[in-house]
């Protein structure tokens, strides 16, 4: 019960805010973080706390070690009851507590429910994308801008959340124990802190940059594979393999030189950050020793200044991986922008209202379309097609069949004149229900990687069985002449058969 009360904390299927995500970085971020933000503040809350009690833990470690100095106590336990069993509560109660709502915050709430509402709104927005921003790009590299960009948000999110408290916490609290012990012990910590932001202010923004190289050629690889294994009957036919393997190998170089380009800067960061580790326990240490030995600190002084600096150079070499992470993926998240924040070219307008077709009439007036060129194409094109009246298109490749059978689905806008059906502007309908009431047999035939009778039923989802074997029938796919070209055939046939009327 407990994990699944965390796991409905995310409603991945809401309503986006807008129709459009936005199309720059920090907007992109609020706009999901808002939508899950009960969900960022509990872990902003829980990690706070469990940052504190991590440190709490090396000021218990110095107060035992004070404790216990001197001859040995017979009452040690009666006289400390009540501060040791505050120490115990934190350790083996607190500690856990907060941990573990912070691990079923990451863990059950934020990284299935966050990823998976982002990849919902963005899979659903670029769907509404027209023919031609799908054709205009590999399908490869869409979906892995898709998916990556979730995971790459999600991730740099939450590992912010992290680090923040991490780095305030250790570094304030760090320097308030000092400052209590001994102010000279503050003087290594402040210098080292400087010297770690100024690498990050250096080192950072050269990562984010050559993250967004190494993700767009990573899209871009995985578009160019992807575009391989769609079309490998054609690969196959024309005996490509050679030139497909070159095709590839190409972006595979590409992609290997963008990740060792930006892996020099992250080797370059990890070796500037450990030096200066070295020397802040050097410093530390030794301050803390030549303090005691002038009977300034106590031992349990020394055990707090070494333990905490340990800590904080372990924690400084976690962080640095972290923010190096958290702008990596700012870079991809920057890359998906590209595709996902493109806005939508065919709209439907404001109260748009379902095509009503009465008697079939289709008529194209003074129609212009040139693929965004000056002319060319279709120009000023006049055309009516009485209900009921067949009629042939024929003319040379590139003469426009295709384009003006694409322009009545409005699969593009026309750029001038209008077409109607039953005297219904197309450009004022709703574009699910033109289509809808359009049956449309294409020259390549596709099969979606789905069941037969999901192939069957998807030019009318809602077929009752009678009407799939109906339409079966009139395909003639009868069980004899059923072969590896049968379910294209049927797919076709249903498609055909139930688009009529």
Known sequence: MLYRRFERLIDIFREAPTAAPPDRVLPFYTYYLKQVWPSF????????????????????????????QGTPNPNFFQDHALELTWMVVVTLILRPIFFGLHDLLVHQTLTPGMTSLILWQNHRYVLKQSLNFFQNDFAGR?????????????????????????????????????????????????????????????????????????????????????????????????????????????????????????????????????????????????????????????????ALATGLVIRIVNMSGWIMWVVTGIFENIGMVQDGL??????????????????????????????????GKKKGIIGGLNLTIKPGEKIGLIGPSGAGKS???????????????????????????????????IGMITQDTSLLHRSIRDNLLYGRPDATDAELWEAVHKARLTSSSRCSRTPRAAAVSMRMSVSEG
Do not use: C
């Not at 902003?44 to 833990?57: P, R, T």
């Open 41 to 68: 503040a509990a872990l902003l809350v829980v990690g706070l706390f469990a940052s504190l009690i991590e440190v709490a833990l090396f000021n218990y470690l110095s107060r035992i070690i004070d404790l216990a």
């Open 142 to 302: 869409i979906a892995q801008r898709i998916m990556q960009t979730g995971n790459a948000l999600r991730d740099s999110a939450v590992q912010t959340v992290d680090a923040l408290w991490h780095v305030l916490i250790y570094a304030i609290s760090a320097l308030v124990l000092f400052a209590e012990a001994d102010w000279r012990l503050m003087i290594p910590l402040i210098t080292w802190i400087a010297g770690f932001i100024g690498a990050l202010y250096y080192f950072v923004p050269r990562v984010k940059d050559r993250s967004v190289q190494s993700s767009d050629a990573r899209s871009k690889l995985m578009g160019r594979i992807v575009d391989g294994y769609t079309n490998i009957t054609t690969l196959k036919l024309f005996a490509h393999t050679n030139f497909e393997q070159q095709y590839a190998k190409e972006a595979i170089k590409e992609q290997t030189e963008k990740a060792q380009l930006a892996g020099r800067v992250v080797t370059s960061m990890d070796v500037a950050i450990t030096s200066m580790n070295g020397l802040l326990i050097v410093a530390t240490t030794g301050l803390a020793l030549w303090l005691w030995s002038q009977s300034l600190i106590s031992v349990g002084a020394i």
């Open 338 to 371: 590209q595709t996902i924040a493109q806005p939508v070219s065919i709209t439907d307008r404001e109260q748009a209202k379902p095509l009503a077709v009465a008697s079939g009439e289709v008529r194209f007036e003074q129609v212009d379309f040139h693929y």
């Open 403 to 437: 384009t003006l059978v694409n322009l009545l689905l409005r699969l593009y806008d026309v750029e001038g004149g209008r077409i109607l059906i039953d005297g219904q502007n197309i450009a004022e309908v709703g574009q699910e229900s033109l289509r809808e009431r």
